[in-house]
Nanobody, 122 residues
Framework: VQLQASGGGLVQAGGSLRLSCQASGNTVRNLAMGWFRQAPGQDRDLVCVISWGGDTIYYADSVRGRLTISRDDALNTVYLQMNTLKPEDTAVYYC????????????????WGQGTQVTVSS
């Protein structure tokens, strides 16, 4: 499975962005998918996860209520709608996929996409 993230950019605080992660090479229908982010000089942090089937979703406390993850298995794509963005959301965002959603908590995911830069100006 290859993952291609897109949709990053520069936005003012309070603005919105929508990230997309297009999978190719195989279906992701049976994979949990999620997003990590890494700010300069910091560790990579888990942002959110959606289980295969979409019935279980996890959000980090720092983004809950502002970011929404969703998936469209027919399009082999996962989305991250980002609203009310803050300067502290500035980071490179990585999409990822793996068999079990629980593996996201340790960062032990099998498939990684390249990052997409999100910059939020104050």
């Amino acid at each position: 499975v290859q993952l291609q993230a897109s949709g990053g950019g520069l936005v003012q605080a309070g603005g919105s962005l929508r990230l997309s992660c297009q999978a190719s090479g195989n279906t992701v229908r049976n994979l949990a998918m999620g997003w990590f982010r890494q700010a300069p000089g910091q560790d990579r942090d888990l942002v959110c996860v959606i289980s295969w089937g979409g019935d279980t979703i996890y959000y980090a406390d720092s983004v809950r209520g502002r970011l929404t993850i969703s998936r469209d298995d027919a399009l082999n794509t996962v989305y991250l709608q980002m609203n009310t963005l803050k300067p502290e959301d500035t980071a490179v965002y990585y999409c990822a996929a793996t068999a079990s959603a629980i593996d996201f908590s340790s960062g032990s995911v099998r498939y990684w996409g390249q990052g997409t830069q999100v910059t939020v100006s104050s």
